[in-house]
């Protein structure tokens, strides 16, 4: 964990990368659980924020 | 002064070709090749990619061209993602890719599993397993139209041979608790395949000295699938997962050969509902907006998908 955390302060594509996944993958179960309306509202901004951070992050540092 | 082939071709090239050629760097030959390439990508996926984000913020309407075109912001994603009918075709998706992942992987690793034990007869098997795969999605929806038929259908009667229930008594394609199932079922029979290859590639690339190290600590069976087999197949299987989601998010042929999306709009997944809002509604913006929601999404999952495939070759 604190390796994952050194890895995000220092900039490292590896944690950055995972972050943006899981964000990415938060989106889409938002948009597709039949639970709540809202989760399905805002589940666009979670996805679009996850995959224009996964493309930034991927061009960082090893 | 070696004279090399490659030195007499030079030799024998006219002084104007090779200096017409002499004139171009390599970067610039490597440019002339992948030109044409760039352009076409250009043409076919940038242009109508960025003009579709630019119709996504307009009212504009394709049987009306003639119309007055307003910009109205994120006015359509704002009615997209605030529409509860569209919110329903996406739970209807995410049915359909929930079970036919589940069922595939399910399926397609356990016959990846046994096809591995060498027997006689292990590439023919392998053969039939995979053929379903081979045809095309709208031939298999006419296919299975006929096997769920309630009075002629194979599978009525197979249902009815099993469990004893009259085969005219149900209707898998027009009942709205059925319906759901029925394209789950047609999916997983065309596509375990696919997963049970990737599985097989997986379960074929475990060195064979890791399982007899196993033996020789006198590891069970068991525990050698759970500590050898399954963390080393994993990669893959997670490759799979992602590649059947992203092509089933984006299924359409095989459902309207099937279903047409019925009965009412409970098989209508989110690209039927697409091609419906753009083509049978005219509502282009409101619809280029839908397909920019779905498009991130994809992209997404791809970025995921790429991510995870870079691990696999990695091992």
């Not at chain 1, 948009?31 to 809202?38: E, K």
């Not at chain 2, 049970?196 to 006198?218: F, H, K, Q, V």
């Amino acid at each position: 964990m604190s390796q994952f955390v050194h890895g995000l302060m220092r900039f490292r594509r590896g944690p950055w990368e995972m972050l943006a996944s899981v964000l990415i993958a938060i989106g889409v179960v938002m948009l597709m659980q039949p639970v709540v309306l809202w989760a399905y509202t805002y589940s666009f901004i979670v996805t679009l924020t996850g995959t224009v951070m996964f493309i930034v992050v991927s061009h960082f540092p090893d | 002064m070696s004279d090399t082939p490659i030195d007499r071709v030079a030799k024998a090239t006219p002084p104007s070709v090779a200096s017409k050629i002499r004139g171009l760097s390599d970067r610039a030959i490597a440019w002339l090749f992948v030109l044409p390439t760039i352009f076409l990508l250009l043409a076919v996926n940038i242009f109508p990619l960025i003009w579709t984000i630019n119709l996504s913020f307009t009212n504009f309407r394709a049987n009306r061209p003639n119309r007055e075109v307003d910009y109205i912001g994120l006015r359509n994603y704002e009615r997209i993602l605030t529409d509860e009918d569209i919110w329903l075709t996406m739970q209807a998706t995410a049915h359909f890719l929930f079970w036919t992942i589940f069922f595939q992987v399910l399926i397609g690793f356990t016959l990846a599993w046994l096809i591995n034990r060498k027997f006689k007869g292990n590439d023919l098997w392998t053969t039939l397993i995979v053929l379903p795969m081979m045809l095309s999605p709208a031939v298999v929806g006419n296919f299975w139209t006929f096997l769920y038929q309630p009075q002629i259908g194979l599978f009525n009667y197979g249902i009815s041979f099993l469990t004893g229930i009259d085969p005219s008594s149900f209707q898998m394609i027009g009942d709205v608790t059925l319906a759901p199932w029925s394209i789950v079922i047609v999916d997983t029979w065309m596509w375990t395949p696919f997963v049970m290859l990737i599985c097989l590639a997986g379960l074929r690339s475990i060195p064979d000295y890791i399982y007899e190290a196993a033996e020789i600590d006198r590891a069970s069976q068991w525990r050698q699938f759970w500590t050898i087999t399954i963390p080393m197949v994993l990669p893959f299987l997670m490759l799979a997962v992602l590649f059947r989601g992203i092509e089933n998010f984006k299924m359409f042929d095989l459902v309207v050969q099937l279903t047409g999306g019925g009965p009412g709009s409970i098989t209508e997944l989110t690209s039927i509902n697409l091609k419906r809002e753009a083509f049978e509604k005219w509502r282009t913006g409101y619809a280029s907006a839908y397909a920019i929601i779905l498009f991130v999404t994809v992209f997404g999952l791809a970025s995921i998908y790429v991510k995870a495939l870079n691990k696999v070759k990695e091992r």
